[in-house]
Structures are given as structure tokens and as C-alpha cells.
């Protein structure tokens, strides 16, 4: 089923915690919201499934206004950040209760369920844990049986609040494959909450950022990474750098000297230069921007250095290759390779 | 290493021997010269046995009701905002800070046949065993209340939102999500009520009206017979009391041990 | 109205979101009722008696009411009241702060039984509690021929009054201040012990300050038991007017002589006292909430 958000508004007081949100997510599209705390992801989440009220605004199921549907009317099936298993009940239970709780005529026979929530722990992998209490579990198997649990109800949409934040990092890693794999095959239209953006940028098929109750960028994780488009998504997404400049008819100026990057476009005026430490290459002094390695320190495969510039001494970071010949105290030249350049009163500026 | 400890524990202990566990020692003592024969020949006694029946069958009927309504005011502190709540939170203790005699001789006067109450209603409740029940549900109503309100407050929200994503109505969710993870609680709340109304006596003794056979509760007893100096029967009757509040309490710590374990969580 | 349309056209009726109830509260409705329903019980269970009390202790006006509190059998009541309280609760103040030193600061074995026997007596019968000591110290008791002998009386006097009233109000500190100091731990004492501090003086600078609201707020339950109890007291007391009726015996025997206005004046005194604990103990639980065992957190 399609999703539609069209101008979606909630305020929490003064503060707009959803402030003029619109995005569109297709059948069977795997889509990331992504922010950091208090950004609105989680609100947006809830809205969607009708936990929460929206001051204005369209959210379309297909083709029909879901506002005014409560939640049980929507069919969503909602995995909790903490899971919130019923903790009376046995795993099987847990599952089978979207289908018990139904109305006489809707409701499967017993033993339709038995088969249904029997299929569901074979796809999450947990067959033998049906007599199992919640509490019994571990993190993991918690998790696999709150999505059990959710798409036992056949729903339209699978909506996740922080599928993996109560995980340790090898546990995450690998049911973030499996969640993967799940999607693949069931095929289910599903909308996740992160602040991790490592967890978006490889599991979802576009990932939406959002920052301050408004939408910053949605696309691929291709387009967030390489193409940012705002200052903020440029510095979530990512270890980059920022230099204040001056854009003057067409040119970028550091103090009044000349970028050499060839012509940018954007208005005349105070500009932000933002730009990645493997976007910059050193050249010999003299080529492009003057600099001084302040500090070089290892990182991994590479060699990281505080390159000072300008007047203002401003730290940019730059990944330089190990077997580079340079030290502490050196003057080098820069040339920045791929940037971006966003006027600096602008909205969109962090 | 702190300093004191030798000095504490050993003041600890000797204080709590002679104010506590001697005292104990001399009801313990006394039932064991007595026999359980002569015990259960003591409470068979028609009167005794009848005291007895009426105390535990009447605790057990106030812990029932407390039970109910004292789910239903947690329910209104904790889930409900409305002006003066947090004074209506403060009045739940009110038996814990009304002297039973002063409760006792309020309830009397509101329940007798000239009162508030006894006058509106078309039978006798003061006088009556009804009276005695009315007395015990007036103590023990903040037991249930204390012991479910923490637990209600630190329920996880997520739990009625799941419910209310798969599709369960409210009420759906209520009774078969938030009711069941409330039972341990709820059931400590009872035999806390159920312990505290079998041994109540001042605000019982000015309702009950304490007509032999009919409205005599067993703490009562245990106080005309010390006052005839009939220490044996006295003591008889209160170790028939701690027996059967031990049979009723451990059934319920049995049930509430029971669900706390499928609910995999300490409250 | 021009201004008007145009401030309509800016902002395009849209029909308002149909509203649908929180998934997580009851329908208005349940709501007023369950509210209504619980709030009318506690006025008719707990509300209910305590105006019982002052209208019936005014029921003969101002006057008559000071005239009916001003007897001498009531002021000595008072007086063994106060007394009764002045001796329990201060030895009660002194085991809860050993015990809980011990307890909360060290490892020992029986503690888990010392926790269990602190609470004991919460659980025993008022009457019961009681009739210990007569068993003990009564005529017929296992010390009677011997107090006897040496002409020491304690049931039916002051000592049986004041043990009774110890027993029922045991706990009280003790369970205030024991979960505090365990969560509190040792590390400040241990701080002031090596910058040079003694033991009382850690005691009296570190360890007092940090429990006082939870040893205020364990006092005063014990001070108001100590000052309303009926049960154990009566057991012991012997009715003797004057003599050995506390302030809750006093109630009592002026209600069985149908001197009601004079029960239910002396029972004001009381009820008032009553609600003054009621008033600081709320109000100790609303402003020093983290000074106080975790329980009383609200």
C-alpha cells in the first residue's frame, strides 16, 4: 500500500514537533527515518499509526484520508522501542492476540491461528519458543517476536520505533541483515525510526532525514551521502568540516583571496564551504588555499589531519594517505575536490 | 571500614529481643504448653468458633471490595488529572492517620439507626456484622491503593498502545493486558487489607454492637478472656487467628509468587 | 466584510481531522464515571467519618465543646499520653538509627532475619500485641508472682503502656531510614572518615544530614501511633480513670458513659492531630521526595 504525507503538522505547545512534513512511500519501499533526538521522527512514526493526533494536514492510506481512523481501524503493525510484549503472556499468546481480540466475524478459527502464529515463529526463526514468557528472552529473540507479534495482523503498513536501540552492536548488526531479509520477503511497505545512520544508510531504500520537525532531504543513501541538501544533512550524515567564506559574483573568497574551485553559484554574501576529510587533497605550497597541518593523528587505514586556514585559523579535517611525508608544523596547499556551499543566514543553516 | 558497627548490631539485637522476640516468645511459649488439642477444643467453643468465622469470612469480604475500589481510585490518581487530585491522593491515608478509636466511634455514630447513613438506609448496618464490614473496608481501602498505585504509574505505556495497534478496543486492553500485569500487586494490596482487618479492634469494637454468637469479632474474645484471667483461652484464640491469616496469606503469596514469575518482573 | 474574505481565502476551510479517542485513555464518558464512582466512595469510606467527628464534637456549640474537653480525667490522659509518647518514640528514634547503621553500612549474618523481625510487628494484631506482655507480666504471666513479690507493677500501669506502644510503633523508623541509607551507601562516611573525621562526628555531620526528612517523616508515624493507638494499649491498661487511660482509652470510656459530646471532643483533638501528620507527611513526601525512602517517592 502506498503511504502519502501531506503537510503534516503537530505542535507541542509553541514548538512545532511536525512542522509542514510531506513525503510519499511506495509499496513495498523499506524507507528510514532519520534524526536526532527531538528531530520529530518518532512523532512522525506515531502519528502514521495513529497514536498520535496531527494539528493538520493529509496522511493517505492508498487513496483515503487515515486521519480521522483510530488506530485500531488503521491495521498497522507497530514494533515498540522496548518491544512492550505482554509480559502475562506466552510467546504464542503475544502473537495470536491481533487475531483473538478480533470481532466474532472477523476472527480466524482456533485453529487458523495456531497455524498462522506457528508460520510466523518459523519466519522470525523462534519455533521452539512458543511456551517461552517474554521475560524468559533475550533481547534479540524479543525483538523477532514484537515483529511476529505485529505482522500476525496482516498489516497495511510495518511501522518500527527504533528497531535495534535496545541491542548490543553484534546482535543489531545482524538482525538488521535479517530485518532485511524479512522485508525481501514478505514485501510489506515498512517505515523505520533511527538515529543511527550507518543502521539508515544500509537498510533502507531512501532514507528520510528530518531535523527540528521539518524534513531535510529524502532520497537513496547515495543521494543523503553525496548529495546533501541542506548544511544540516550535509554535517549529520557523515564527518565533514566547515569553513566560513564569501561568495562574490560567481567566486568563492577566503579572506578576500580567491578559492580556486572555479565558479559556484548561489547569492552574493556570507557563505558556509562544507566539505568531507577524502574530498581534500594536499599539494605542494603555493596550490590552491595555504594551510598548516596543526595535528595528525592515525585512523584506520588512513591518516587524519587539522589542516589551519584562513585568518580565523579555522580546523578542516583531511584524510591523507599514510605514506604522505608530512608532519606537524608543515605549510601545505589544499585543494578541495567536491563541497558544498550554502549561504550562511539562510533557513536551512544549523 | 566504618566505626560503630559492633555497638549498632549489638544494640540492634538486644533491643529487638527484648521488645520484639520476647514478647513473641511468651504467646509461642504459652500456645506450646497449651497443645493443639486443647487449642482446637478451645476454639470449637461455639462462641469462639463463630468469632472467628465472622472475623476472617467479614476481612475477607472488606479485602474483596478494597480490592475493587481501591483499583478503581489508583485508576483515578494516576490516569486521570481533575482539580483537588492531589488532595485526594493525601486523603487515601487518612485510616493510616485517623486513631482506630476516633474512626471507630465516627463510624458508629454515622451507621447507627439515628444516623447519617442509618437513618437513610431501610436496614440496621451499625450493631450488625454489616457494621463490622464497613468498619474493616474503611481500614484497609489504602493498602490496595499504595501497593497498585506505583505499579499502575510505572506501567509501560507501549503495553495499551501494542494492544491498541493490533487491533484490542479499550476495554479489550484493560482486561487483558493491564489488568493481568496489575494482579500481582493487586493481590499484595488484598492480604495486606486481609492481615490488617482480621486483627483490627478499635475501630471495629463501637460498630460491631458485639452481641455473643451474632457480631463478636475474635480480638474480642482475646480481651474478655485476659480480663478474666483466662490467659489459656486468650491465647488460643490468637494463635488460631496467626494460624489461619498464615493458611490465607500464604495461599495468596503462593498465587501472587505464582503470577510474578510469569510476569518475569520484581515490583 | 472585505478584511474578512481575505483572511478567509489565506486560509482555506479544511475540515477539521475527525477526532478520534487516544488509544491509551477511556472515552470521556467511562472517564467522568470512573472518576465520579471512586472519588464518591472515598468520600462516603474516608471522608464521611471525619466530619462525623467535629460535627459531632460542636454539636452543643463552641462552648460546650472547651467545657467538655476541660475535665481532669481528660488532661491526665493527656499528660500519660504525652508521656507514654515521650519515652517510646525517642528509644524507637535510637534502635531505628543502630539498627539501620548496621544494617545499611555492613554485612552481616541474620540480617535478612533482623529485616524480617524489624517488620514483625506491623503484621501481629494490636490485641495480640498486647497480650504479650500480659503474658509475660500479668498476674497469671510468666513473671507475675515475681514482679509481685518485689511489688513492680506493669500491666494495668504505666511500663505496660509504654512497652505495648513501643511494640506497635517499632517499625516505624527503622523502615524509613534502612532502604535510604542502603541506597545511599558509604562512600560519604568513608570520604569523612579519611579526611580525618571520628566516627560521631561522621555520624552527626554526614549521616544525620542526609536521612533527617526520612527519620522526620519516620517519627512522625510513630509519634501519631504512639499517640492514637487503642488496641495494644487498651489490652494493658486496666482502665483505671486518671490513672491509665491514654487519650484513646479516655474516648472510650466517655463514649460507653453516652457522654458523646465529650467522646467526640476529645476524638477532634486527636482527629486534628491525625490530619496535621496527614499535612506534613504529604507535604514532606511533595518537597523532599528524594530524601525519603523510595517508596514514599510520589
Known sequence: MDLKIRHVRKDYGVFPALNDVSLDIRSGELVALLGPSGSGKTTLLRAIAGLETIDDGEILFGDEDAVGWSVQERNVGFVFQHYALFRHMKVFDNIAFGLRVRDRSRRPAEADIRKKVTGLLELVQLPDLANRYPAQLSGGQRQRVALARALAIEPQLLLLDEPFGALDAQVRKDLRRWLRQIHDETGHTTVFVTHDQEEALELADRVAVLHKGKLQQVGTPDDIYDRPATPFVYSFIGDSSSLPIHVRKGEALLDQTVIPVGSVSGPDGEARLHIRPQDISLQAVGQGVQGRIALLRRNGAFRRADIEIGADRTLIEAQIPPHLEVSEGDQVGIHFERFAIYPSGSRQSI | MLPGFGLALGFSWFYLTLMILLPLAAVVLWTASLGPARILQIASDPRIFLALRLSFGLSLAAAAVNAVFGLLLAWTLTRYDFPGRRLVDAAVDLPFALPTAVAGIALAAIYAPNGWVGSIVPFKIAFTPLGIFVALVFIGLPFVVRTVQPVLSDLDQGLEEAAATLGANRATTIFKVVLPTLTPALLTGFALAFARAVGEYGSVIFIAGNIPYVSEIAPLLIIMRLEEFDYGSATAVATMMLTLSFAVLLFVNLVEAWSRKRLGHAY | ?298
Not at chain 3, 485513555?25 to 465520579?36: C, D, G, M, N, W
Not at chain 3, 486527636?270 to 514532606?284: E, P
Open chain 3, 1 to 298: 466584510m472585505p478584511t474578512d474574505l481575505a483572511i478567509a481565502a489565506l486560509s482555506p476551510a479544511r475540515p477539521k481531522p475527525a477526532l478520534f479517542t487516544s488509544p491509551v485513555t477511556e472515552a470521556p464518558i467511562t472517564r467522568a464515571l470512573v472518576i465520579a464512582v471512586s472519588l464518591a466512595f472515598l468520600a462516603a469510606v474516608l471522608l464521611l467519618p471525619l466530619l462525623a467527628v467535629f460535627t459531632e464534637a460542636f454539636r452543643g456549640g463552641v462552648a460546650k465543646y472547651f467545657e467538655s474537653l476541660d475535665d481532669p480525667d481528660t488532661w491526665s490522659a493527656i499528660k500519660l499520653t504525652l508521656i507514654v509518647t515521650a519515652i517510646a518514640v525517642p528509644l524507637n528514634v535510637v534502635f531505628g538509627l543502630a539498627a539501620s547503621w548496621a544494617i545499611a553500612k555492613f554485612d552481616f549474618r541474620g540480617k535478612s532475619i533482623m529485616v524480617t523481625l524489624i517488620d514483625l510487628p506491623f503484621s501481629v494484631s494490636p490485641v495480640v500485641s498486647g497480650m504479650c506482655y500480659v503474658l509475660l507480666f500479668g498476674a497469671q504471666g510468666y513473671f507475675g508472682k515475681y514482679l509481685d513479690s518485689i511489688n513492680l507493677q506493669i500491666i494495668f500501669a504505666t511500663p505496660g503502656l509504654v512497652l505495648a506502644t513501643i511494640f506497635v510503633t517499632f517499625p516505624f523508623v527503622a523502615r524509613e531510614l534502612i532502604p535510604l541509607m542502603q541506597e545511599q551507601g558509604s562512600t560519604e562516611e568513608e570520604a569523612a572518615l579519611s579526611l580525618g573525621a571520628g566516627g560521631w562526628r561522621t555520624f552527626w555531620s554526614v549521616t544525620l544530614p542526609n536521612v533527617r526528612w526520612a527519620l522526620l517523616y519516620g517519627v512522625l508515624l510513630s509519634n501519631a501511633r504512639a499517640m492514637g493507638e487503642f488496641g495494644a494499649v487498651s489490652v494493658v491498661s486496666g482502665h483505671l480513670r486518671g490513672l491509665t487511660n491514654t487519650v484513646p482509652l479516655q474516648v472510650e470510656i466517655l463514649y460507653n458513659d453516652y457522654n458523646f459530646v465529650a467522646a467526640f471532643a476529645v476524638a477532634s483533638v486527636l482527629a486534628s492531630l491525625g490530619l496535621v501528620t496527614l499535612v506534613i507527611k504529604s507535604g514532606l513526601e511533595w518537597r523532599f521526595a528524594d530524601q525519603l525512602s523510595a517508596s514514599r517517592r510520589r
